[in-house]
């Protein structure tokens, strides 16, 4: 980035934003803004208390068996669309919608299918990962070089080692990437799903923050959610990077 | 009914005159694509073993369509593909397929691309990377055995492709237009380098191109073939004695550029016909 003739990193448009959170907070000027500097003391004691560390064990469990459930349903739905074209066209319309949806709609209609616990939650996560990880997948499987399909089958490939050795690989870059945006979306299904169900958790943190107008809390704890969904991202990002030395070479 | 009759009778001459001479043979063969192109009609043909077979063609002659049929890649609409006189459908392990665009994995190494066709047979990771880095020195490619497709020049895939054919060692090479996506001066220096290999290894191939010049330079017979539908219009049999000469001194021969004249002759033919339409 260039700033008046001067090189400066990427990293210093983040400093701006955080200054000018830091003004406006201090002058009062917007009374949802407190200043950003009060918020991460705030986030320093909110790390620390016993609540949260309930809270986020919950939330994380709903995340990660969530999350689980979508990948391997999503990878798999994502095949059967990319192998088979009598599952796409029965399946590709609903996906495509499903994708694109308001799901936080649907939590209600959950809540009365699941109950008010945690099983409500963890199906919101997963409505929420799945779909994107399924389109995903089976672009990555249906834009697979039909000459690597031949060559594996000319050489005697089994359907076993079509998919282990060939296709699962050729569209491992698309997979990773609709993970990744799974992975943000479930954050989102999360906290979604604790406020709407039952407010419990992280949900329920943040609608009594708001309730009570404690937003330093509010602020804070969404930070932490943000650096979290952040963190995974760019975890993911990593692996997607392993893979990025052929992702661009296989057509 | 008659049909099987006439492809019995066709058995029973071949058994006469070359049943152990021609490794694959193919009879009847028709392909109609879904939508009712036909794309190959009555197709008859064989294959004499240790030797390299062009088909030669004009685009939509149907000449690749006809090689993935021996290849078992594609299902024939009518006729059979018989290799050592066993009738077969689907692919086989006495034959190896080398792809115009190379068809490399291209998050495998050099030596896994070579080894993938003996890691599909069930062959052992220690002995198949072995054979395949035997193969890697032979087809030209010391030194690259760590490498990946996309640090690979074109002709150099090529070659990894060729190595992973010739690993599995069938004993039918299939190769749809291999040289196509190289350079001239590569392409001449790898059909140099097919011919001292096939000289060492004793391959039956089946070469599909689109240059008459290489047609004729490396085949011991060229099947030319008509376009829509595809047929055998004739074959011709170059007859060049390769023997203490260089390659280019072949190529200003008169018998090499004769028959390039008439091959070339036929295939215009083909080119008018298409601009009267």
Redesign the interface.
Same mark, same amino acid.
């Given at each position: 980035m260039n700033l008046f003739g001067y090189r400066v990193p990427a990293a210093f448009s983040l400093l701006i934003w955080c200054a000018l959170w830091e003004v406006i907070g201090q002058l009062d000027a917007v009374f949802i803004f407190p200043p950003l500097s009060a918020v991460l003391v705030k986030l320093v004691t909110i790390l620390g208390q016993n609540n949260f560390h309930e809270a986020a064990i919950i939330s994380l469990k709903a995340f990660s068996i969530g999350m689980f459930w979508s990948i391997v349903v999503g990878v798999f739905l994502g095949f059967l669309m990319g192998r088979v074209e009598a599952a796409n066209k029965l399946l590709g319309m609903w996906v495509n919608i499903f994708a694109s949806a308001p799901l936080s709609s649907l939590v209600p209609v959950l809540m009365l299918l699941f109950g008010f616990g945690q099983t409500t939650i963890i199906v919101t996560v997963f409505l929420f990962a799945v779909w994107i990880i399924t389109l995903d997948t089976y672009a990555g499987v249906s834009h697979v070089?039909p $000459? =690597?399909n031949?060559? @594996?089958? $000319?050489? &005697? @490939? $089994?359907k076993w080692?079509m998919y282990t050795?060939?296709l699962f690989? @050729?569209a =491992?870059p698309e997979i990773l990437a609709g993970i990744r945006m799974g992975f943000i979306r479930a954050v989102k299904g999360v906290v979604i799903g604790q406020l709407l169900v039952s407010v419990v958790a992280l949900g329920a943190m943040f609608s009594r923050y708001s309730r009570s107008f404690l937003l330093e809390e509010f602020w804070a704890l969404a930070l932490i959610l943000f650096v979290f969904a952040l963190g995974i991202s760019s975890m993911i990002g990593w692996v997607e990077r392993k893979?990025e030395?052929?992702a &661009? $070479?296989?057509a | 009914m008659s049909s099987q009759t006439a492809s019995l009778l066709v058995e029973e001459t071949n058994q006469v005159n070359e049943q152990s001479n021609d490794i694959v043979e193919v009879t009847g063969i028709e392909k109609v694509y879904p939508g009712g192109t036909v794309a190959l009609q009555g197709v008859d043909l064989a294959f004499p073993r240790g030797k390299m077979t062009t088909l030669l063609g004009p685009s939509g002659c149907g000449k690749t369509t006809l090689l993935k049929i021996i290849a078992g890649l594609l299902d024939a609409t009518a006729g059979e593909v018989r290799i050592n006189g066993k009738v077969v459908s689907g692919p086989g392990p006495e034959r190896a397929f080398v792809f115009q665009d190379f068809a490399l994995l291209p998050w495998a190494t050099v030596v896994k691309n070579v080894a993938f066709g003996l890691e599909m047979q069930g062959v052992e990771k220690t002995l198949r990377e072995k054979k395949a880095r035997e193969y890697i020195i032979k087809v030209g490619l010391a030194g690259f055995e760590d490498n990946y497709p996309h640090e690979l020049s074109g002709g150099m895939r090529q070659r990894v492709g060729l190595a992973r054919a010739l690993a599995v060692n069938a004993d039918v090479l299939l190769m749809d237009e291999p040289f196509s996506a190289v350079d001239e001066q590569t392409r001449r220096l790898f059909q140099e380098e097919l011919l001292r290999l096939l000289g060492m290894e004793n391959k039956t191939v089946i070469f599909v191109t689109h240059s008459i010049e290489e047609a004729v330079y490396v085949s011991d017979q060229i099947v030319l073939l008509s376009p829509r539908p595809g047929r055998i219009n004739r074959i011709v049999v170059p007859g060049i004695d390769r023997v203490g000469k260089t390659s280019d001194e072949i190529r200003r021969e008169t018998g090499f550029l004769d028959t390039v004249e008439d091959i070339w002759d036929t295939l215009k033919k083909y080119l008018d016909d298409e601009r009267m339409i």
């Amino acid at each position: 980035m260039n700033l008046f003739g001067y090189r400066v990193p990427a990293a210093f448009s983040l400093l701006i934003w955080c200054a000018l959170w830091e003004v406006i907070g201090q002058l009062d000027a917007v009374f949802i803004f407190p200043p950003l500097s009060a918020v991460l003391v705030k986030l320093v004691t909110i790390l620390g208390q016993n609540n949260f560390h309930e809270a986020a064990i919950i939330s994380l469990k709903a995340f990660s068996i969530g999350m689980f459930w979508s990948i391997v349903v999503g990878v798999f739905l994502g095949f059967l669309m990319g192998r088979v074209e009598a599952a796409n066209k029965l399946l590709g319309m609903w996906v495509n919608i499903f994708a694109s949806a308001p799901l936080s709609s649907l939590v209600p209609v959950l809540m009365l299918l699941f109950g008010f616990g945690q099983t409500t939650i963890i199906v919101t996560v997963f409505l929420f990962a799945v779909w994107i990880i399924t389109l995903d997948t089976y672009a990555g499987v249906s834009h697979v070089n039909p $000459s =690597l399909n031949e060559m @594996a089958k $000319s050489f &005697g @490939a $089994s359907k076993w080692n079509m998919y282990t050795k060939v296709l699962f690989w @050729a569209a =491992l870059p698309e997979i990773l990437a609709g993970i990744r945006m799974g992975f943000i979306r479930a954050v989102k299904g999360v906290v979604i799903g604790q406020l709407l169900v039952s407010v419990v958790a992280l949900g329920a943190m943040f609608s009594r923050y708001s309730r009570s107008f404690l937003l330093e809390e509010f602020w804070a704890l969404a930070l932490i959610l943000f650096v979290f969904a952040l963190g995974i991202s760019s975890m993911i990002g990593w692996v997607e990077r392993k893979v990025e030395y052929y992702a &661009g $070479s296989r057509a | 009914m008659s049909s099987q009759t006439a492809s019995l009778l066709v058995e029973e001459t071949n058994q006469v005159n070359e049943q152990s001479n021609d490794i694959v043979e193919v009879t009847g063969i028709e392909k109609v694509y879904p939508g009712g192109t036909v794309a190959l009609q009555g197709v008859d043909l064989a294959f004499p073993r240790g030797k390299m077979t062009t088909l030669l063609g004009p685009s939509g002659c149907g000449k690749t369509t006809l090689l993935k049929i021996i290849a078992g890649l594609l299902d024939a609409t009518a006729g059979e593909v018989r290799i050592n006189g066993k009738v077969v459908s689907g692919p086989g392990p006495e034959r190896a397929f080398v792809f115009q665009d190379f068809a490399l994995l291209p998050w495998a190494t050099v030596v896994k691309n070579v080894a993938f066709g003996l890691e599909m047979q069930g062959v052992e990771k220690t002995l198949r990377e072995k054979k395949a880095r035997e193969y890697i020195i032979k087809v030209g490619l010391a030194g690259f055995e760590d490498n990946y497709p996309h640090e690979l020049s074109g002709g150099m895939r090529q070659r990894v492709g060729l190595a992973r054919a010739l690993a599995v060692n069938a004993d039918v090479l299939l190769m749809d237009e291999p040289f196509s996506a190289v350079d001239e001066q590569t392409r001449r220096l790898f059909q140099e380098e097919l011919l001292r290999l096939l000289g060492m290894e004793n391959k039956t191939v089946i070469f599909v191109t689109h240059s008459i010049e290489e047609a004729v330079y490396v085949s011991d017979q060229i099947v030319l073939l008509s376009p829509r539908p595809g047929r055998i219009n004739r074959i011709v049999v170059p007859g060049i004695d390769r023997v203490g000469k260089t390659s280019d001194e072949i190529r200003r021969e008169t018998g090499f550029l004769d028959t390039v004249e008439d091959i070339w002759d036929t295939l215009k033919k083909y080119l008018d016909d298409e601009r009267m339409i």
